[in-house]
Structures are given as C-alpha cells and as structure tokens.
C-alpha cells in the first residue's frame, strides 16, 4: 500500500539556518503530495502542497518540488526563525488508496534564538 | 471563513460515562474527518463523511459512534472508553474526499483523557 517516509528528528537548528526534511513515498498510482505543520498546542495546518510530478509548492518561504523520479518531497528553507518551531507531517493522497491522506511519522523541528 | 472549530477543547471522563465531541465548519465542505492523535504520532484516520453518508470505518471500536447531522455538523459520541483512548482527537473537513489533491482543513482538537 501507499507508504511516507520522513526523517527522524527532532531535527534543532539555529535561527537563520538552512532546513531540509526529507520525505519520500510509496504510491501505486499517482498521488498528490503535501507538506502539513502542527504547533504546539493545535491542530494541522496545509504548509504547501503539489498535485503532479515537476510541481513546486511553497508558504512562507518553505518550498518543496515533486520529483517523479526519486518518488520525492524534500521540504527546505532558506532561513529559519524561532516561529518555525513545529512538527513538519509529510503526506500523500491518491484517487487509488480509498480516499484516504497518509501522514509520515513527523518530524520535529527545534529552531534556537 | 476557513475555520473548523471543535468543542470542548478538553475533556476528561470515566470509563462509564458518556460523552460527546462536537464539530463545525461553515466552508461548505461535503467530506468530514475524525483522526485520533497520540502523543509524538501521526493522526490516525478513524471515520470518514461524505454528503453525509459514512464512508469509511477504520475498523474503530464501537465505544467510538460518530453522527453526521448535517453538512456543518460531525459528532462523535464516546462510551465506556479506555485509558488508551487518551489522545487529541481532530476533525477535519474537505471540499471533496482526500484524492486528487483536495486540502483538509483541521481543527484545533479536543484533548481527551480517560481516567
């Protein structure tokens, strides 16, 4: 079945590094990827999302790019603020997997003054 | 308005009561959400409301009733719970089921603790 993988964190950083999270995936046919964060306290919100292969999408200055070919959806910024400091869910969705959104385990992202 | 909204934000109950959580989007969606959320973990999808109608099951145990009222509208009805029941529940609403790219919209969540 459709499966997300994402990097262990938690990932600390200090404010104004460069951030990447891995996250690949799984999908028999052809999913929509999407990047959700959850701050403390709250519930889930869409960061950014991408319907096709070679897409980008980006929030706030976070991007991720849709690659077919290595079944990719790495999430990246330039510059992070403490404000970033969330927990970064990778997911799919597919026509073929019974409507359904598939998270990955998450990754928690401490960003330090 | 983009808002779910989800009440109560807390709650904490005994394994012989009886309880209810409430959901509420006025965004027009026709697909509704219940995810069950533990600590440092994914949510877990439980049920799934299209037009209303249920769609999916998760094989949730039947202490867990959802309702569908109406289109703004989702319930879920607890009953003799277990402490492993403890968790952040969210709603989550949709312009169509998840596929193709349709965005959910989350709630806050309620956060349950069963004694």
């Known amino acids: 079945g459709d499966s997300v993988t994402q990097m262990e964190g938690p990932v600390t950083l200090s404010e104004e590094a460069f951030l990447t999270i891995n996250c690949t995936y799984t999908?028999?046919?052809?999913?929509?990827l999407f990047w959700y964060v959850q701050y403390p306290g709250e519930g889930l919100q869409l960061l950014l999302k991408?319907?096709?292969?070679?897409d980008k999408g980006s929030n706030k200055g976070f991007e991720a790019t849709y690659r077919k070919e290595t079944t990719s959806f790495h999430l990246e910024k330039g510059s992070v603020q403490v404000s970033d400091s969330a927990v970064y869910f990778c997911?799919?969705?597919?026509?073929?997997?019974?409507?359904?959104?598939?998270f990955g385990a998450g990754t928690r992202l401490f960003v330090k003054a | 308005d983009t808002e779910v909204t989800q009440t109560p934000k807390h709650l904490v109950m005994g394994m012989t009561n009886k309880k209810s959580l409430k959901c509420e989007q006025h965004?027009?969606?026709?697909?509704m959400y219940w995810y069950k959320q533990k600590a440092k973990k994914p949510p877990e999808l439980m049920f799934v409301?299209?037009?209303?109608?249920?769609?999916i099951n998760e094989s949730v145990p039947s202490r867990f009733s959802p309702e569908c009222p109406n289109s703004s509208l989702l319930n879920l009805h607890l009953h003799a719970l277990q402490p492993e029941d403890s968790a952040l529940y969210l709603c989550?609403?949709?312009?169509?089921?998840?596929?193709?790219?349709?965005?959910?919209?989350f709630g806050p969540g309620t956060r349950l603790l069963v004694l």
């Open positions: 989550a609403s949709s312009k169509r089921l998840a596929g193709a790219g349709e965005t959910q919209y």
């Open positions: 991408a319907t096709k292969a070679d």
């Open positions: 999908a028999t046919g052809y999913p929509s």
């Open positions: 965004m027009g969606h026709r697909a």
């Open positions: 997911a799919l969705s597919d026509n073929t997997g019974g409507f359904k959104t598939i």
């Open positions: 409301y299209s037009y209303e109608k249920l769609s």
